[in-house]
């Protein structure tokens, strides 16, 4: 079957800097992605990566290796406002996203 | 309009009712999604439109559960007979288009909580 894994919760300080790994078991792979949901909002689009490396854009940056199934979001300088869940998701072979569960971010002072 | 709208935000009802929930996409997005979000669980796919068709209905639940959409606008999802398993939160999104390059952005709704008793 297919697969997103990411961690249920992470805790991190304002200012410092954390990555939210997500691995993917999936049938084909046209692309992943990062949308980032605040509580009660809508997820809206971060990062789109189809080659493997590295894509920075502002404070976050998302990392792919294809090879290993593997990608990251990594976000710097903390805010308070970065509290929320980041989500990972890959489109397959059929151009279908497969979701991950979230990964909800805590943001301490 | 300026972006993807979601109504009722919240609905509350009785096992057994039927309930629609309505989406209103970006002016001219040609594609439409459906999708459910439980607590802890990723996103589920439900059905996406291409103009009014609907090429993949095989994330719908049961047969309870039908979508339409006309004009290539506004798209209603209709459950009927809820049951309590039903409840979570129904998310709406759009696109230019149903894309095959794979980049193919979503601008999600800010979704309806739906909560049978």
């Known amino acids: 079957g297919q697969n997103i894994d990411q961690p249920t919760e992470m805790t991190a300080t304002e200012g410092a800097i954390v990555q939210i790994n997500c691995t993917y078991q999936t049938s084909g792979f046209n692309g992943l992605f990062w949308y980032q949901q605040h509580a009660g909002e809508a997820p809206t689009f971060l990062s789109y990566?189809?080659l493997d490396g590295l894509e920075e854009k502002g404070r976050f940056s998302s990392f792919l290796s294809r090879s290993k199934g593997y990608s990251y979001l990594l976000l710097k300088e903390l805010q308070m406002k970065d509290s929320a869940s980041y989500l990972c998701?890959?489109?397959?072979?059929?151009?279908?996203?497969?979701w991950g569960a979230g990964t909800k971010l805590i943001i301490k002072p | 309009g300026a972006g993807v709208s979601q109504s009722p935000s919240n609905k509350v009802t009785e096992k057994g009712k039927d309930v629609e929930l309505r989406c209103d996409p970006i002016?001219?997005?040609?594609?439409l999604y459906w999708y459910r979000q439980s607590l802890g669980q990723g996103l589920e796919f439900l059905i996406y439109f291409q103009g009014n068709s609907a090429p993949d209905k095989s994330g719908l639940p049961s047969d309870r559960f039908s979508a339409e959409r006309t004009g290539g606008s506004v798209s209603t999802l209709t459950i009927q007979r809820t049951q309590q398993e039903d409840s979570a939160v129904y998310l709406c999104a759009s696109s230019l288009v149903y894309s095959s390059s794979g980049a193919n952005v979503l601008t999600f709704g800010a979704g309806s909580r739906l909560t049978v008793l």
């Open positions: 998701a890959v489109m397959d072979s059929n151009y279908q996203l497969i």
């Open positions: 002016s001219g997005h040609t594609a």
């Open positions: 990566n189809v």
